[in-house]
């Protein structure tokens, strides 16, 4: 954890350098949303992941958080891009992020923040604390990089939002790599009676999960709602990069 911050605070010098606060701002704007949205989109459900006695029923439960994961994706670019088409008046700077590609890559962030969720509950049934460990280090690295590179190219802040797109999605692809090289995943498919027995099992998961996870979330996160509201997206640039800078110090202590 510690070495994945040295790699996120290390690359700011450089990062403030080529993208504005603004784009900061927008980029903190994203991350909210996506994270709340996560929220709803994992359901409770990679908790069952621990909770399962049963390893095929653990298994069943990693599927199930995918495939709710896939159908709050699709239901809420749906919503983004029926919001990008309805509103006239853009003068929030929330709207940013009803355009299209915003749609696509909010998506994209969303299904990646809950299949490393999922996948990394696994690995803490399983005990692989080190190949965590590794997979933050190595996620850290591929988001500065790929930060670095489009904002480099002119991708403005398309360039931070796609980075942490990139990024997560090697957290994803890394953390899923490592379960099938410890050998800790099965290699067969859990059946679709195992999918909806688990699903069954836990339905109550999505009830009482995703509320207090919002409210929780919500909390957090209402800082920025009103900054953005009432002190301009500048603002939320400049707090987005104070809270970054104070990940290192709070990695340390925690």
């Not at 299949?115 to 690295?141: K, Q, T």
């Not at 790599?177 to 099965?186: I, S, T, Y």
């Not at 688990?198 to 920025?224: C, D, K, M, Y």
């Not at 400049?238 to 809270?243: F, N």
Request: hydrophobic content about 55%; glycine content about 8%; aromatic content about 12%.
């Amino acid at each position: 954890t510690v070495l994945a911050q040295l790699v996120n605070v290390g690359s700011m010098p450089l990062l403030t350098r080529i993208y504005t606060r603004r784009e900061y701002g927008v980029f903190t704007l994203f991350m909210t949303l996506t994270v709340i949205a996560s929220i709803v989109a994992g359901g409770g459900y990679p908790f069952a992941i621990l909770s399962e006695k049963h390893e095929d029923s653990a298994w069943g439960s990693l599927f199930v958080s995918l495939l709710w994961a896939i159908v709050c994706v699709i239901v809420m670019t749906v919503v983004i891009l029926t919001l990008n088409a309805v509103i006239t008046d853009r003068s929030s700077e929330w709207l940013i992020l009803c355009q299209p590609s915003f749609a696509f890559l909010c998506g994209a962030m969303v299904f990646f923040l809950v299949f490393y969720n999922a996948l990394y509950y696994w690995l803490v049934r399983h005990g692989s604390y080190a190949a965590l460990s590794r997979n933050r280090v190595v996620g850290a690295l591929v988001v500065a990089i790929a930060s670095l590179l489009l904002g480099w190219f002119g991708a403005g802040i398309y360039g931070l939002v796609a980075g942490a797109v990139i990024g997560r999605a090697a957290y994803s692809l890394h953390i899923a790599r490592q379960a099938f090289k410890l050998k800790l995943v099965p290699t067969c498919w859990p059946g679709w009676s195992t999918v909806f027995r688990t699903a069954f099992e836990n339905r109550q998961n999505p009830v009482f999960l995703i509320p207090s996870g919002l409210i929780r979330r919500f909390a957090s996160e209402i800082h920025v709602i009103f900054l953005s509201s009432f002190a301009g997206i500048e603002m939320v640039g400049a707090l987005g990069l104070c809270r970054q800078s104070l990940s290192m110090p709070s990695a340390l202590l925690g």
